[in-house]
């Protein structure tokens, strides 16, 4: 099992940026394309401007009811129509992270619906979450959407959505990079 | 915030090793001592046989009523009359992993009383959690244990009551290491 990705921000790559939009912390250093790739995570491209690396992990707050849904709603990454995406890097604050797993389970989804609203997007908007914190990154997340042109007005309400809910309160850092397929 | 460690065996260290005993899955080649260290995750100390590495990260199951009783009653690592220590690294299967988080939670605490069955030899025996599945290591968990000499007894119970656990069904790699405070 294989499950480290990089995102390398540079001047090349799969996935053209569109733009990048500091929502709050520190800014990434602007790029014209991002490659995504399987990684070992010690690996470095030296022609990249920045290196990010996600790994898929375990689920950490869904019920086996969710997750039942998840897997009977949702597409895989790659689909030929899905030519945009966005990455939305995140970091978490310490008072998050310093909660108990009950209390992040009911803001993540008795407060804050996170799986309730992705679901309501299910299948249009493809979804998957890298995680990093334990990889001692400088964000704890990479989220990361696909989806076809004709659906990118409900990607929007999407974000906008987790962007108001009670959790949002404790991101602290947020990037968010909108992309286009380029080769 | 820097919360990595490592545990390395060799010929030296702080720790001597009294047993080495495979409980399942392959066993790690046999050393004299463990020096448990601050790292970065990615040194390696050249005259170790070997290393493993580790993180202290966020809690994963206990609930905020559960953290209460733990912060209230468990003591500190390195107490001076700790001079006993276990080191026990530990591997999941695939089926614990695919689990959803609310199954987790019920075979960790509802049907095994991970955290009920540590509390009950609170203060006495110290314990500390690292996380290594995310750092690619071959085991999930690395548990130390630090106690009293007149207190082996009771870590022989602890460890018993959580081996005859549902939870530990799902255990596929297990290492018990004894160790005596050397230095």
Same mark, same amino acid.
């Given at each position: ?59 950490r707050y ?15 990454l790659g689909? $030929? /129509?899905?030519?945009? &995406? ?5 970091? +978490? ?9 009950? !209390? ?44 076809? $042109? /004709?659906?990118?007005? &409900? ?5 906008? +959505? ?9 991101? !602290? ?11």
């Open positions: 099992m294989h499950n480290c990705y990089a995102f390398d921000g540079g001047n090349a790559g799969d996935w053209r940026v569109v733009s990048m939009s500091p929502r709050c912390g520190a800014a990434l250093e602007s790029v014209e394309y991002i490659d995504v790739r399987r990684s070992d995570r010690r690996e470095e491209i030296p022609t990249s401007t920045w290196t990010l690396h996600g790994q898929i992990s375990n689920l869904a019920t086996r009811a969710e997750v039942t849904t998840l897997r009977s709603t949702q597409e895989a689909r $030929p /129509e899905a030519r945009q &995406a966005a990455l939305i890097p995140i970091k +978490k604050s310490e008072a998050w992270w310093n909660l108990a797993q009950d !209390e992040r389970r009911s803001l993540f989804e008795e407060q804050s619906q996170h799986t309730a609203i992705g679901v309501s997007y299910l299948p249009a908007i493809a979804r998957q979450l890298y995680h990093c914190r334990d990889l001692r990154q400088p964000f704890d997340f990479l989220t990361w959407f696909e989806y076809a $042109p /004709e659906n990118a007005g &409900a990607f929007e309400e999407l974000v906008t +959505k987790l962007r108001l809910t009670t959790e949002w309160r404790y991101v !602290e850092r947020e990037m968010d990079i909108r992309l286009e397929r380029y080769r």
